[in-house]
């Protein structure tokens, strides 16, 4: 399984981006998917993510109602769609695929490059 992420770049606070994590594989959809984030000095923190089906999703308490995880199984991608961007969103993200939907990273199998995300103020 290898996975890709994108849709990174620099935004103003309060603008949007959307991410993208295109996995190559046959099992995508049957996976799980999570986004996860690491900032400078900091440890990597769980964001979101959804199950196979894309019936249930999970977010971090800091992204709930700001984030939202989809993904598209047909074309093997999960997506985060991010809103009102805040200066502490910045952090290069994730994307990994696992066996269930948990905001432990050491649930997934296998993890993409990351992708830059930077706000500013």
């Known amino acids: 399984v290898q996975l890709q992420a994108f849709g990174g770049g620099l935004v103003q606070a309060g603008g949007s981006l959307r991410l993208s994590c295109a996995a190559s594989?046959?099992?995508?959809?049957?996976?799980?998917m999570g986004w996860f984030r690491q900032a400078p000095g900091k440890e990597r923190e769980f964001v979101a993510a959804i199950s196979w089906s894309g019936g249930s999703t999970y977010y971090a308490d800091s992204v709930k109602g700001r984030f939202t995880i989809s993904r598209d199984n047909a074309k093997n991608i999960v997506y985060l769609q991010m809103n009102s961007l805040k200066p502490e969103d910045t952090a290069v993200y994730y994307c990994?695929?696992?066996?269930?939907?948990?905001?432990?990273?050491?649930?997934?199998?296998?993890w993409g490059q990351g992708t830059q995300v930077t706000v500013s103020s």
């Open positions: 990994a695929t696992g066996l269930t939907p948990t905001g432990s990273g050491h649930e997934y199998d296998y």
């Open positions: 594989g046959s099992t995508f959809s049957s996976s799980a």
